[in-house]
């Protein structure tokens, strides 16, 4: 599904995750960067669904080429009736991107992120030229029974908040999600968890139907005594897993694309201790539309 192009809405508010900064920040004092929820103000004839990405084009010019900045992606972070409930804003889970130069022992600004900064940096009345809605890989299914599996890295956790919030935080009449939803988030400590105070409402209040378990990769050590990344803490549960996936569970996966290796070798490995054939098993969950995958 995809809609025209709308330039240039106006930044209405921002949540800007400096670190160790009061209630609005969204990663702690220790998180390894920062990242920033930006809600931007788009009016109502801008409509997505969840798990679609947006484009954002940053003003000036490409320090490379002189040519104007091209358009980056973004995979929108909140529901289509956005964070206001109104259906008039939407929202992005950005990192500031920024470059550290070994040999000066400090951050080079001419190497910065270009899209990323003037996001993160944004205040009340920024334009911000977008364009899209776009992409139907993470559409979530129609039928809201639907167990659904989600695999998030860093801000990869953008889709996943917006099917959270849709699944347990807004009251739709014509929309009642009633399967179990699964979220496996992958970061490098507890201050770098993003939305855990969400999450951990939600949690509250449906723990039959939400469930969270984080891969702390700075803080907790896998079954072999090494580091915990995203792929160990999926394999702690494997047969949980391979059971939802068989009764026609969806799993979604977003973050950096460097996670997939992992992730598929660990499911690879599974699939030969459960006598399984391991390309006729993902194809199968391909065909049927079970298996979503969003990396960069």
Not at 153 to 178: C, H, K, L, Q
Not at 244 to 260: E, I, N, S, T, W
Request: glycine share 12%; hydrophobic share 35%.
């Amino acid at each position: 599904c995809t809609f025209p192009t709308f330039p240039f809405f106006s930044f209405f508010h921002g949540i800007r995750a400096i670190r160790g900064i009061g209630s609005d920040a969204i990663v702690g004092a220790d998180a390894p960067g920062e990242v920033c929820h930006v809600h931007i103000n788009c009016g109502p004839t801008f409509r997505y669904w969840e798990g679609q990405s947006l484009g954002v084009v940053p003003p000036g010019l490409c320090p490379k080429s002189g040519k104007p900045n091209t358009v980056r992606l973004y995979s929108i972070a909140s529901t289509r009736y956005g964070d206001d409930g109104a259906g008039t804003s939407v929202s992005l889970c950005v990192r500031r991107a920024v470059y550290w130069d070994k040999e000066t022992g400090a951050e080079d600004p001419a190497k910065k992120g270009i899209c990323s900064n003037f996001l993160c940096d944004a205040t009340p009345g920024t334009e911000i030229m977008m364009t899209g809605p776009t992409g139907q890989v993470m559409l979530l299914p129609k039928d809201p029974s639907t167990p659904v599996i989600m695999v998030a890295t860093g801000t990869g956790i953008a889709p996943m908040r917006a099917y959270i919030r849709r699944f347990f935080v807004e009251d739709v009449p014509s929309w009642n999600f009633t399967g179990l939803a699964w979220l496996f988030m992958g970061v490098a400590n507890s201050d770098a968890t993003l939305y855990d105070d969400e999450f951990q409402e939600c949690v509250k209040r449906f723990p039959g139907q939400f469930r969270i378990d984080y891969a702390l990769s700075r803080e907790q050590n896998n079954k072999k005594g090494g580091k915990m990344y995203i792929q160990d803490k999926v394999e702690e549960y494997k047969d949980q897993v391979f059971g939802l996936l068989d009764g026609g569970a969806h799993m979604y996966f977003c973050g950096l694309k460097g996670m997939m290796p992992g992730i598929l070798s660990m499911l690879e490995g599974v699939c030969k201790e459960k006598g399984i054939d391991y390309e006729e098993w993902l194809e199968g969950l391909k065909k049927n539309g079970q298996w979503h995958v969003e990396v960069y």
